[in-house]
Structures are given as C-alpha cells and as structure tokens.
C-alpha cells in the first residue's frame, strides 16, 4: 500500500489549499485516517482524523478552518483548509489504517510522504 499526499503549496495568509492524500495497492477497507503536520523544531502534531462512518475530529487550534473528508470508492482522503494562518506553515502528512485482505484483516498504518504548505505574505 503507498500513500501519496499532494496539494500543498505557497499561500498567504486568509488563504486556502485542499490537500489530497489517494492510496493505491492491496486496500480491502481504510478505517482511520489522519492528518498530521509538522514544523520546523516542532514535534508532530495530530490536526484531523476521520473514521470510515464520516465522524470526525480536529485538534482545538484548526475547527473551523479546517474540514477533513473522504472517498472511501477512491480511497482517497482531503484535507480542505481556509483562513490560513503564518501558525499553519507544516509539512503535512496524512495517514491511513488499512485492512488488506480478506486473509490479512490486522490493520497496518501507512504513512505518506509530507507536502509543505506554507502560509505567507
């Protein structure tokens, strides 16, 4: 299974980008799937997460910016951001918990590559 995330870019502030994140391979079902960002000398931070029901959950400092959806015909998830702050300026990684197979049903998390969003006047 590989992850490829796109849509990052440079963008000023007030300002909107979607990223996508699409997966290819052996996927019978995407359960979880998150999006994480980090900065420059900052830890990983967990900004959405939504579960394969459509619910889903933001951290604090991005409700109400920020939308996290999915295809699940696509398997293929988005990342919708408006008003962008300077304070968004990550590399932002998306994550999914993939069931494989009907043979290999333990979930396995993939991670895809970064894509940068940088948020400036």
């Known amino acids: 299974v590989q992850l490829q995330a796109s849509g990052g870019g440079l963008v000023q502030p007030g300002g909107s980008l979607r990223l996508s994140c699409a997966a290819s391979g052996s996927i019978l079902r995407i359960n979880a799937v998150d999006w994480y960002r980090q900065a420059p000398g900052k830890q990983r931070e967990l900004v959405a997460t939504?579960?394969?029901?459509?619910?889903?959950n933001y951290v604090d400092s991005v409700k109400g910016r920020f939308t996290i959806s999915r295809d699940n015909a696509k398997n293929t998830a988005y990342l919708q951001m408006n008003s962008l702050k300077p304070e968004d300026t990550a590399a932002y990684y998306c994550?999914?918990?993939?069931?494989?197979?009907?043979?290999?049903?333990?979930?396995?998390?993939?991670w895809g590559q970064g894509t940068l969003v940088t948020v400036s006047s």
């Open positions: 994550k999914m918990t993939v069931v494989r197979s009907p043979l290999l049903r333990t979930p396995v998390e993939y």
């Open positions: 939504i579960i394969r029901d459509g619910s889903a």
